[in-house]
């Protein structure tokens, strides 16, 4: 079965540093090098903290 995920690519307008966030991993908070700056992503929600530069949303594949 095919289930969709969301993958959000985004820079810390701190420290410059490119992170990517998986809505797929759960209580998942992804922190940039600097700790300012943080997401979680979820399904249906997402949570951020810091100064968050939005590069890239993708919605990919899971195969199983
Ligand atoms: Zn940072």
């Given at each position: 079965m095919d289930k969709k995920y969301k993958k959000i690519t985004w820079k810390c307008g701190v420290c410059d540093s490119i992170q990517e966030s998986y809505?797929?991993?759960?209580?998942d908070m992804d922190i940039c090098k600097c700790g300012q700056s943080g997401m979680d992503l979820e399904e249906s929600y997402s949570r951020q903290m810091g100064e968050i530069i939005i590069v890239k949303e993708e919605i990919l594949e899971e195969n199983e």
């Open positions: 809505s797929n991993r759960r209580w």
